[in-house]
């Protein structure tokens, strides 16, 4: 049997659900204490010049609207910046 093949028995496949379905609940348990701001400049952006991904400036902007107190602006541009990247907002 092949690498290839013993990565997709049934019980492998299993496997790999179960392990992935138990780092999603342990996510969700888990306390962050991480900013949308923090979060769009680690996690969204374009290809920067060291390889990289650098910031855009709708997203400093934003972060910036944040910090002057406008944060109704900031935060509903970084959330649409994120979940356009693919990622899962908590609610509010």
């Known amino acids: 049997m092949s690498d290839e093949d013993a990565r997709t028995t049934a019980f492998g496949l299993f496997n790999f659900a179960h392990s992935y379905w138990r780092s999603a609940a342990a996510l969700q348990t888990l306390k962050v204490k991480a900013t949308l ?34 944060t109704a602006r900031g935060i509903l541009i970084l959330e649409k910046k994120l979940r356009c990247s693919g990622f899962t907002l908590p609610k509010r």
């Open 37 to 70: 701001g923090r979060l769009a400049l680690r996690y969204t952006g374009h290809a920067g010049g060291n390889g990289g991904l650098a910031p855009d400036y709708t997203t400093l902007d934003a972060i910036d609207d944040c910090s002057k107190g406008n």
